[in-house]
């Protein structure tokens, strides 16, 4: 099957393909939302069915190489320099400590490796640092991933050329409510960013976080832009926001668990060709609502005791509901 065609609808309908779209509107994306569950989670799942494994799941460890201080005002981060979280700035690591890191993140089972900076946007002598910290862990035979803010044309073609595979840029939110969280950097900034990615030929990771005070209409927003950029970005992480004690979220309305569910599942079924991320906030998420994301087509997470700054489960317990699950990491052919 070309890969651009995607088998639609529910097994009964499994003949009929149809065409990868990027043509959501709103409304059809409100219309998936408002599906009954069980409807939701059958249909996502039978698409899930087409394109992957459905007992396999990707696994990326994180590790933050520029912590803290940051001069953005993101109403959600631990990191910015706007609020005072207790968190110590540091400096941007050397690249032997970050393959140290690399190399035991592989020896646990993790293929990719994720490196994020807390920058509005990389410094041209410290963009040098993090190509040989990709190259480093290409050579390891991992793939790897940054998130180091905005990038321009030039830069987005240097780390291209260093071997990287994948840029995390989320969009967090709806455009609507964008405002709310963040008043240093523009959502069409973002767009852009993501656009030098996409042409310096790396994969996008983009996605966004539940829990920033949005309401269903922003959630719809938030997948619809997703689903609607040219190319669907290849990793898409859902992160439920991490409260923070400090930063301006920390008494945001919690998420309700199956509206979280509800958006896994229509992200699946708006991009069913790309790798749905169930990203940070899995600390706070009961065995039983990580399963039933695996059943709305997440199928790749975060390893490793840490997220960027705050935790993430024990290797312990994620190893337990893999074998409980009948889950397996899944193994990725990395070229250099
Ligand atoms: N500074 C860079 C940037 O913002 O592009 C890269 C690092 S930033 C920490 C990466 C992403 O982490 C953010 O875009 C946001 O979606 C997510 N994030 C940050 N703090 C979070 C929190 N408390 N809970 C959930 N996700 C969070
Ligand atoms: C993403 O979407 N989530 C990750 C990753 N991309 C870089 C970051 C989550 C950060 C959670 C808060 C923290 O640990 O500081
Ligand atoms: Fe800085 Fe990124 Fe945190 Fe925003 S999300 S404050 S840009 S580290």
């Given at each position: 099957?070309?890969?651009?065609?995607?088998?639609?609808?529910?097994?009964?309908?499994?003949?009929?393909?149809?065409?990868?779209?990027?043509?959501?509107?709103?409304?059809?994306?409100?219309?998936?939302?408002?599906?009954?569950?069980?409807?939701?989670?059958?249909?996502?799942?039978?698409?899930?069915?087409?394109?992957?494994?459905?007992?396999?799941?990707?696994?990326?460890?994180?590790?933050?190489?520029?912590?803290?201080?940051?001069?953005?005002d993101c109403g959600y981060c631990p990191q910015s320099a706007s609020f005072d979280t207790g968190l110590k700035a540091s400096k941007l690591m050397e690249v032997e400590k970050v393959l140290e890191e690399a190399r035991a993140?592989?020896?646990?089972?993790?293929?990719?490796?994720?490196?994020?900076?807390?920058?509005?946007?990389?410094?041209?002598?410290?963009?040098?640092?993090?190509?040989a910290m990709i190259e480093g862990v290409k050579?390891?035979?991992?793939?790897?991933?940054?998130?180091?803010g905005m990038l321009r044309p030039e830069q987005a073609t240097?780390?291209?050329?260093?071997?990287?595979?994948?840029y995390n840029h989320n969009l967090d939110?709806?455009?609507?409510?964008?405002?709310?969280?963040?008043?240093?950097?523009?959502?069409?900034?973002?767009?852009?960013?993501?656009?030098?990615?996409?042409?310096a030929g790396i994969n996008v990771c983009c996605g966004g976080i539940l829990g920033l005070g949005e309401d269903r209409e922003d959630r719809v927003g938030l997948i619809q832009t997703l689903a609607s950029l040219p190319k669907h970005p290849e990793s898409v992480p859902i992160n439920l926001l991490v409260k923070v004690k400090g930063t301006s979220l920390d008494k945001a309305e919690e998420v309700d668990p199956i509206e979280f569910v509800r958006t896994i599942a229509v992200a699946r079924i708006t991009m069913p060709s790309s790798a749905v991320r169930?990203?940070?906030?899995?600390?706070?998420?009961?065995?039983?609502m990580q399963a039933l994301c695996f059943?709305?087509?997440?199928?790749s997470?975060?390893?490793?005791?840490?997220?960027?700054?705050?935790?993430?489960?024990?290797?312990?317990?994620?190893?337990?509901?893999?074998?409980?699950?009948?889950?397996?990491?899944?193994?990725?052919?990395v070229r250099e």
């Open positions: 099957m070309p890969d651009n065609v995607v088998m639609e609808g529910t097994l009964a309908q499994a003949a009929a393909p149809a065409t990868i779209r990027n043509d959501w509107t709103r409304e059809q994306v409100a219309d998936l939302f408002a599906m009954p569950f069980m409807d939701l989670l059958f249909k996502a799942q039978t698409l899930h069915r087409q394109y992957f494994d459905a007992n396999e799941v990707q696994i990326s460890t994180l590790l933050s190489i520029k912590t803290g201080g940051c001069p953005e993140a592989k020896e646990r089972g993790a293929s990719r490796f994720c490196m994020g900076a807390a920058w509005r946007s990389p410094k041209d002598r410290d963009l040098d640092t993090v190509c050579s390891l035979g991992m793939e790897s991933c940054v998130t180091l240097k780390l291209k050329e260093a071997g990287l595979d994948y939110t709806s455009p609507e409510h964008y405002n709310n969280i963040i008043t240093t950097r523009t959502y069409q900034e973002r767009l852009d960013t993501l656009d030098n990615v996409r042409n169930l990203s940070a906030g899995r600390e706070d998420m009961s065995d039983e059943l709305a087509g997440a199928n997470i975060f390893y490793g005791e840490r997220l960027l700054t705050t935790v993430n489960p024990a290797q312990e317990r994620d190893m337990k509901l893999f074998d409980r699950l009948g889950l397996r990491p899944m193994q990725v052919e």
